[in-house]
């Protein structure tokens, strides 16, 4: 079984912090594959500041293309919204029963995770691969411990994609802060400028 780890994210925009993740989770667990799986839009919360699936995805190919461990995923514009992880990780273990899927999460989702759908499937059936980030609540004692929860040491990012936007309607540089071919792209069609 191929092991792929799957690393949700609007990418709205795709920035160096998430390639850096990504990348960090290909090259120091026992996961040979991570895809960049691109949330889609949610068509009744659509928010200006939210680019379209299409040119989020674009960004996420145009990121990861040099980097052979590193996969877009548009698994979710297949199914239908709103978008429940369980039900994403059905789907991939139908389409690829070959694969191994586990997910890759931020420390603090963890505060949170027993109030995903089906969250007991989830951890029944799929490992958690956990990166730190700033926490503001503890971990539930039925995660910590745990044989399916494995906490990775992977570096603390502080950056995201809502100050890249910010920053950009700003008028500032934030080349320095995306992977140059997504930035190119980002910059081509003048995103986040309005």
Not at 80 to 101: C, D, G, M, Q, R
Not at 122 to 144: A, C, G, T, W
């Amino acid at each position: 079984m191929e092991k792929v780890g799957l690393f949700f994210g609007s990418f709205n925009p795709i920035h160096v912090g998430h390639l850096v993740l990504a990348n960090h989770f290909a090259e120091n667990s026992d996961l040979e594959e991570i895809w960049l799986v691109v949330t889609p839009q949610n068509p009744f919360k659509v928010k200006q500041s939210m680019l379209p699936n299409n040119h989020r995805l674009e960004m996420v190919y145009r990121a990861t293309e040099p980097y052979p461990k590193l996969k877009p995923s548009a698994i979710e514009f297949e199914l239908p919204t709103p978008n429940y992880t369980s039900i994403t990780l059905a789907h991939l273990n139908e389409k690829y029963p070959k694969k191994e899927f586990s997910l890759l999460l931020g420390e603090d989702n963890l505060s949170s995770f027993h109030k995903w759908k089906n969250y007991t499937y989830i951890l029944e059936n799929h490992s958690l691969y956990v990166y730190p980030r700033e926490m503001k609540k503890d971990i539930p004692k039925e995660f910590q411990n745990h044989p399916k929860i494995i906490q990775i040491n992977a570096p603390k990012i502080e950056l995201s994609s809502s100050y890249i936007r910010k920053a950009i309607k700003e008028g500032k540089n934030v080349r320095p802060l995306m992977p140059p071919e997504s930035w190119q792209y980002l910059d081509e069609m003048n995103f986040y400028k309005g």
